[in-house]
């Protein structure tokens, strides 16, 4: 079954910068299909920080940043911020499931 | 701007069915799609499925393939999710967001407010 793996936490200091994997395969990053990223504040619903691989919503800070490579994608922010603290989620698009995937998803904790 | 707004939540016994509506606003409703999401408590996101905008065709993930239907209604610009035979694990928040993709799921950009579905005896 195809996955989009990524680390289940992380944490860095205020002023920091981190970056989270999400690690593909063959079959949907490898493939060429666009990852996105999600971010999903405590008790609200998600909200799109990326897409296309590195485009930004209006409104989106551009301490937030995103790359790709291979099978594997990564979301990047610098300048970390205490309301930068939430859940992040990458997504692709999958050819052998037909459908849509997510990665399980990485909490961010800010020192 | 773009709103979704949906329904309630529900509890429902297991084996019982479960109709979540999701009213879009703000945009052009043949111009998106709708994808719906649930996140079980605690637990990460599951893309559930997606239906286009035009002749109602729509890509639904295995996991749910069967007991799931996806709707819309263009008059009202309102998607609908129904999920049948609940089960225990079925018990989460469903989300729908709007859905880029004409042809099939691509990214979602705007999202509803979720709507907890608890399955329980």
């Known amino acids: 079954q195809p996955v989009l793996t990524q680390p289940p936490s992380l944490s860095g200091a205020q002023g920091q910068r981190v970056t989270i994997s999400c690690t593909g395969s063959s079959s949907n990053i490898g493939a060429g299909y666009g990852v996105q990223w999600y971010q999903q504040l405590p008790g609200t619903a998600p909200k799109l920080l990326i897409s296309?691989?590195?485009d930004r919503p209006s409104g989106v800070p551009d301490r937030f940043s995103a790359s790709k490579s291979g099978t594997s994608a990564s979301l990047a922010i610098s300048g970390l911020q205490a309301e930068d603290e939430a859940d992040y989620y990458c997504q692709s698009y999958d050819s052998g499931l037909s459908g849509s995937l997510f990665g399980g998803g990485t909490k961010l904790t800010v020192l | 701007q773009v709103q979704l707004v949906q329904s309630g939540g529900e509890v429902k016994k297991p084996g019982a069915s479960v109709k979540v509506s999701c009213k879009a606003s703000g945009y052009n409703f043949m111009n998106y799609g709708i994808t719906w999401v649930r996140q079980a408590p605690g637990q990460g996101l599951e893309w559930m499925g997606w239906?286009?905008?035009?002749?109602?065709?729509?890509n639904y993930a295995d996991t749910v393939q069967g007991r799931v239907t996806m709707t819309t209604d263009t008059s009202t610009s309102t998607a609908y999710m129904e999920l049948r035979s609940l089960r225990s694990d079925d018990t989460a928040f469903y989300y729908c967001?709007?859905?880029?993709?004409?042809?099939?799921?691509?990214?979602?950009?705007?999202w509803g407010q979720g709507t907890l579905v608890t399955v329980s005896s």
């Open positions: 296309g691989d590195n």
């Open positions: 967001a709007r859905d880029k993709g004409l042809g099939g799921p691509l990214y979602f950009d705007s």
């Open positions: 239906i286009g905008p035009n002749n109602g065709e729509t």
